[in-house]
């Protein structure tokens, strides 16, 4: 196996949803010596159970194989399995049903807003989050630790051509909606309730030119006058989440989750 096929995964929440869902791509687990609590025990334990060797190491250590980033004392040495994989358009579109609800990104170059983005996905049953493979934040451990688990658990697909995957979206009956500031109609008025994609830009472009010409209809988010914009990440929850309301009101949304 090539080096570079394999990815560092740190932080509590980031390592521990990799052992839950894909134990079988975890090649080892680093400890911070000293570590104790729930979470280094349940580690250990996963380790045990599918034979997977751990080392118990110095802070300094440990900091030299991540960096010098929050670790929380734990990182796994990790290569995604078949079934944990970054799937592709395609997979989406197969399972694509009237509950379909896609948050699609248009040149977010932040690590941690992508990761904010995953996990606010993850909160409002995203299907997966969808972004251009190129000019734009891939899939990196900052992310992985940002988005505390949600990496594992929402698909997040890198595409060629942003605006060619619009298009694949819409001819599958996928209405997409853009977001742009002088848009007239706002995400409260229009009908999220049906399969969407809600595409963003960044906050100093906003959407490209083709990525506009691609949507069905641009929103606005009503903001107060003094107020110039809002970051990504805060924007795709307010409109993932009005979709969510929306659905749940009309019964096409699973109910809620209780912690």
Not at 94 to 103: M, Q, T, V
Not at 164 to 183: K, M, N, P, S, W
Request: net charge positive.
């Amino acid at each position: 196996m090539r080096r570079r096929d394999i990815e560092w995964v740190y932080g509590r929440h980031a390592v521990a949803s990799v052992l839950e869902d894909d134990p079988a791509g975890v090649r080892e687990i680093w400890l911070q010596t000293g570590l104790e609590g729930e979470a280094s025990r349940s580690a250990e334990a996963v380790a045990q159970t599918f034979d997977i060797a751990v080392q118990r190491v110095a802070k300094k250590t440990l900091e030299r194989r991540v960096g010098d980033v929050v670790h929380q004392g734990m990182a796994v040495r990790y290569r995604p399995t078949s079934k944990r994989a970054l799937t592709d358009l395609d997979a989406i579109l197969d399972r694509a049903d009237e509950r379909c609800l896609l948050l699609l990104l248009d040149g977010v170059t932040d690590p941690q807003n992508l990761g904010a983005c995953l996990r606010t996905a993850d909160a409002a049953g995203a299907d997966a989050v969808i972004a251009p493979r190129h000019r734009a934040a891939g899939m990196t451990p900052a992310v992985r630790k940002v988005a505390s688990g949600a990496a594992e658990r929402v698909p997040f697909v890198q595409v060629s051509n942003l605006a060619q995957a619009l298009a694949r979206l819409a001819r599958a009956g996928i209405l997409i909606v853009g977001t742009a500031a002088e848009a007239e109609a706002s995400i409260y008025d229009v009908d999220l309730s049906a399969p969407v994609g809600l595409v963003l830009g960044s906050e100093d472009r906003g959407l490209r030119r083709l990525t506009r010409e691609h949507c069905d209809q641009l929103v606005s988010l009503p903001m107060a006058p003094r107020a110039q914009s809002l970051n990504v990440a805060v924007a795709a929850g307010i409109c993932l989440f009005e979709a969510r309301r929306q659905r749940l009101v009309r019964g096409v949304a699973p109910p809620p989750s209780i912690a």
